[in-house]
């Protein structure tokens, strides 16, 4: 699976347990239940935690993918290697699909 492809799945269940865990929490809390409301905001809470840690690895790949891409266009360019160059942008574009929220 592409690196992608990953991420939106890990946004997907990131949030939906966001969710889950918020509506676990408001529906202990409505019911005088706190042992619901507690494992329901800590559902929350790790959901949440997890998501920015995997926006921070996307981020931190893309900006790889950025500079890697710029050092192999330049390369090519200096080189006459028009098939280094090309996937040297082919790696900048990778870089700024994977750093759009």
């Known amino acids: 699976m592409s ?6 799945s890990a946004k997907v269940s990131n949030t939906a347990n966001s969710y889950i865990g918020g509506a676990k929490q408001t529906i202990g809390e409505t019911i005088n239940n706190p042992d619901l409301a507690a494992r329901g905001a800590a559902q929350k809470v790790h959901a949440d935690t997890a998501q920015k840690v995997a926006d921070a690895k996307t981020q931190a790949e893309a900006a790889g993918h950025k500079v890697g ?15 280094l160059e090309a996937s040297g942008e082919g790696n900048i574009t990778k ?3 994977e750093r759009r929220p």
């Open 95 to 97: 870089g700024e699909i």
């Open 3 to 8: 690196n992608i492809a990953e991420n939106v």
């Open 69 to 83: 891409g710029h050092t192999q266009n330049a390369t090519g360019r200096a080189l006459g290697d028009y098939s």
